[in-house]
């Protein structure tokens, strides 16, 4: 490639700027007559900037120019590290004139979701009716309140003779899903969480150890006879007999045998007919006390009072004990039609209820069972009897609320809402015993019958 010869040649070693040698121009200085005047300088040639050169030169001298990505140049530091999981770093948004613009934010599409969650729970609502109006009954409905129900307050073991009746609560109908709603039961012990012995002391002729045997003997006894599942279900409470001295066990397996109104298997023992009345789950609601004393006669007396609240929905029978003798002393007040109290849909059960086929909307009830019960040991060195067996003292009774009267067939047998019978206007076909409340603990029970009444809760 042919190289271009420079205009103006610069002067190099031995050669003076004209060009020529200084031996050949005699060595005369060439620059020596060379003033650096105010003609020299005016005489100089300019070189003028360009417009577009000026524009930008006044422009950045305010604004400096941004670079809007993309390229790197030498000022720019170590380039950054790479995102992990291959994320992109996002470019920034400049306007023609090279200024930032703010990140557009992007449109939240809340309505697709939105939709397809109505959809579902509208979907799951039309698949169970029931339950979704069992639901709105113990959340919403109740007595034209939209206030959800008043909880009912945890309620400890009796440590004494309560001085009021059990505070009122919500009245609303119990179902099998929820078996104690309108009870104020809901909130008592469960089962033999109630049975609290007392602290065992030497009464008598036994020591603090032999009293603590006793008391824990009628523990089991009352957990044998009132809250056994299969008991309660109608069989026989053999573990309940094998505790009671021979006299007792007599009696009480002749009760069982041949009951009568004189002898009947109920003042001994909690059973329902399962053709009528079948428990709901193994829970019974339970409140009372224990003490003991002296008997006078170096023995000692076990004092025990209870209520046994028992959830129950209909048998496969029912319905058939719809006109059936009027309900016991403490049962439900049949003169009003049943009504779903606080809301609920009773279940078509009809005369015949499915025992393997009922649904938690389906209507049950309660029945409230009270009993005070007395127990004596006797002192074996002076009495032929086996300390290690129960004895029944004077002073027991029971009494139960929401049982038909004149029934004596071993047998509790509650009354279901959904088949009350509508009792004509007759007097005669009035309850005549006087209301009770079967929660008030405060009263005394009395041993003497007071006849068919009715209950104001239960």
């Avoid at 505790?243 to 004189?262: G, H, I, Q, V």
Wanted: glycine share 10%; with cysteine; proline share 12%.
């Amino acid at each position: 490639m042919p190289i271009a010869e420079d205009p103006e040649p610069r002067p190099s070693e031995g050669r003076e700027p004209g060009g020529s040698d200084p031996s050949e121009a005699g060595g005369k200085d060439p620059f020596a007559d060379l003033v650096l005047d105010e003609d020299f300088i005016r005489s100089a040639p300019v070189k003028e900037q360009s417009g577009r050169t000026r524009m930008l030169t006044a422009r950045w001298k305010h604004t400096p120019p941004v670079d809007p990505g993309g390229r790197r140049s030498v000022n720019d530091g170590p380039e950054k590290a790479k995102r992990r999981f291959g994320r992109k770093p996002k470019l920034q948004v400049v306007d023609p004139w090279g200024n930032p613009r703010p990140p557009r934010r992007r449109r939240l599409e809340w309505r697709a979701p939105l939709f397809v969650v109505l959809t579902v729970a509208v979907l799951l609502a039309s698949l169970n009716i029931d339950g979704l109006r069992t639901w709105y009954a113990d959340h919403i409905g109740g007595k034209g309140s939209s206030a959800a129900p008043t909880p009912v307050p945890t309620v400890a073991p009796e440590t004494a003779k309560p001085t009021t009746a059990a505070p009122k609560v919500d009245e609303k109908q119990p179902t099998v899903g929820h078996p104690w709603a309108g009870s104020p039961a809901e909130g008592w012990p469960n089962g033999a969480e109630a049975f609290v012995l007392p602290e065992a002391k030497a009464t008598g002729a036994f020591s603090a150890d032999q009293v603590a045997a006793q008391l824990q003997l009628v523990k089991d006894y009352l957990t044998a006879a009132n809250l056994d599942p299969k008991v309660i279900a109608g069989g026989q409470p053999d573990a309940a007999l094998a505790m009671l001295d021979r006299d007792e066990r007599d009696r009480a397996t002749a009760a069982l045998a041949n009951p009568s109104k004189d002898t009947d298997a109920t003042s001994w023992f909690s059973r329902f007919d399962p053709r009528e009345a079948i428990p709901v789950g193994d829970v019974v609601k339970v409140q009372g006390r224990i003490s003991y004393e002296g008997d006078g006669d170096k023995g000692v007396l076990v004092h025990t009072d209870f209520s046994f609240v028992y959830p129950l929905r209909p048998g496969p029978e029912a319905g058939k004990r719809a006109g059936s003798p009027a309900p016991s002393a403490g049962a439900p007040q049949p003169t009003k039609p049943a009504s779903p109290q606080g809301g609920g849909t009773a279940k078509p059960v009809g005369l015949v209820v499915p025992v393997d086929d009922v649904s938690g909307d389906t209507w049950t009830t309660r029945t409230v069972v009270r009993r005070v019960e007395n127990f004596r040991f006797y002192d074996p060195g002076r009495y032929p009897v086996n300390p290690k067996k129960l004895v029944i003292a004077d002073g027991t009774t029971s009494d139960s609320a929401n049982s038909a009267c004149d029934v004596y067939d071993g047998y509790y047998h509650p009354q279901f809402d959904q088949f009350a019978p509508a009792l004509p206007d007759s007097p005669d076909a009035r309850p005549t015993g006087p209301e009770t409340d079967p929660y008030d603990r405060s009263k005394d029970l009395s041993a003497e019958p007071g006849g068919c009444g009715s209950v104001s809760r239960y």
